[in-house]
């Protein structure tokens, strides 16, 4: 068994806990917490599971670390701290533990990573022998190893167009919906997730794993931005409202341009409520959907609807995301030391999982 840490209990975090729970070939071995209501809890309340785990957690680092845990599930946010995140991973990596976590954007595509993510990291596998893998859903697996995976169903490839369709109302992340995405918002407001160049900064990886695993050479990466204001205003089960004249709707594009051409597009369409921008593409049942779209002979369309947490299509995202990091987590011990990207890490079959309750 491969003794494993979650580190943090939050959306992903809770996620992890299940999944961890319910690996064969894992064993949790403790939960790391910020919230001092958190401390003593024990893992299975804190997963939301129907049962106790026997594992109460803990804020003590420092002592989780020094155990000498096998691996770690780092599940704290790395969207309004991303130095905290990585001083995080850094010191896991160090103690010798395979790292997993979809926290670090830059690290996605790892081999293009900034010096400031990727050094840190390198030199923390060289002085303690652990490992890191960065994934999630979008960025990650919907549009890294799902859509290379369906363009090898075609004869001829146009373009790979992998979607985000999302009612935002279910993402129970108030700061982020709100204040980096802006929905809510004056449509003056400047939301820091819609500058100009952060797309690129956080889908742009994606764009070159996916033009490397295709063998094609990016000319550059572009991007669109449409913003739509709600028409009325709208009451939100998590959130409360969102008034008449803000931000309610969202859709961008990060391109990969080759040969003067878009080819490989990643496109996010999000709401706050169906109302809005409904002439943009929608999910098929209007919460919430990944879609990879094959343009070429044939045509392909591929959409994923993932749910959890009581029908909860954002909780069943980030299951997913937790899954495929879970997923690597025996096959990470078994390698070499390192950094590692979604083009090196197999997703692999549920083995021994089939009937297995979490």
Same mark, same amino acid.
């Given at each position: 068994m491969i003794s494993t840490v979650v580190w943090g209990t939050g959306n992903v975090g809770r996620a992890a806990i299940?999944?961890?729970?319910?690996?064969?070939g894992l064993e949790l071995s403790a939960v790391l917490v910020a919230n001092p209501?958190? #401390?003593?809890? =024990?893992?299975?309340v804190l997963g939301g599971l129907d049962r106790d785990l026997g594992v109460p957690a803990t804020d003590d680092v420092a002592a989780v670390l020094a155990a000498g845990p096998r691996a770690v599930v780092y599940a704290g946010s790395g969207d309004m701290r991303p130095d905290e995140a990585l001083a995080d991973v850094a010191r896991a990596v160090r103690s010798g533990a395979v790292v997993v976590t979809p926290a670090l954007y830059p690290l996605y595509d790892q081999r293009n990573a900034p010096p400031e993510f990727r050094d840190p990291v390198l030199a923390a596998v060289a002085e303690g022998g652990g490992s890191l893998f960065v994934s999630g859903v979008d960025p990650g697996w919907g549009n890294d190893v799902l859509p290379l995976l369906v363009s090898g169903l075609g004869s001829v490839v146009d373009a790979i167009r992998c979607q985000e369709i999302f009612d935002y109302s279910t993402y129970e992340q108030e700061d982020s919906v709100r204040y980096l995405v802006g929905m809510g918002q004056p449509m003056d407001y400047v939301a820091p997730m819609l500058l100009e160049s952060v797309p690129t900064m956080v889908w742009g990886g994606q764009i070159r794993l996916m033009a490397r695993a295709l063998g094609v050479e990016l000319d550059g990466i572009r991007e669109t931005m449409e913003r739509r204001a709600l028409e009325s205003a709208v009451t939100t089960r998590t959130m409360g409202q969102f008034a008449a004249g803000t931000q309610g709707a969202v859709r961008f594009e990060v391109q990969g341009i080759v040969g003067g051409e878009p080819r490989i #597009?990643?496109?996010?369409?999000?709401?706050?409520?169906?109302s809005c921008a409904p002439d943009w593409p929608v999910p098929p049942d209007g919460a919430g959907a990944h879609r990879v779209v094959i343009e070429g002979r044939p045509r392909i369309e591929v959409t994923v609807e993932a749910t959890d947490e009581g029908e909860n299509r954002s909780?069943?995202?980030?299951?997913?995301? #937790?899954?495929?990091? #879970?997923?690597?987590? =025996?096959?990470?011990?078994?390698?070499?030391?390192?950094?590692?990207?979604?083009?090196?890490?197999?997703?692999?079959?549920?083995?021994g999982k089939l009937g297995r309750s979490g």
């Open positions: 299940r999944a961890v729970a319910a690996h064969p209501a958190k #401390v003593g809890r =024990d893992a299975g #597009v990643i496109e996010h369409v999000t709401r706050i409520h169906p909780a069943g995202g980030n299951a997913t995301a #937790v899954g495929r990091l #879970v997923g690597a987590i =025996d096959w990470l011990v078994e390698a070499e030391p390192g950094l590692y990207d979604a083009l090196d890490v197999p997703l692999r079959p549920a083995v």
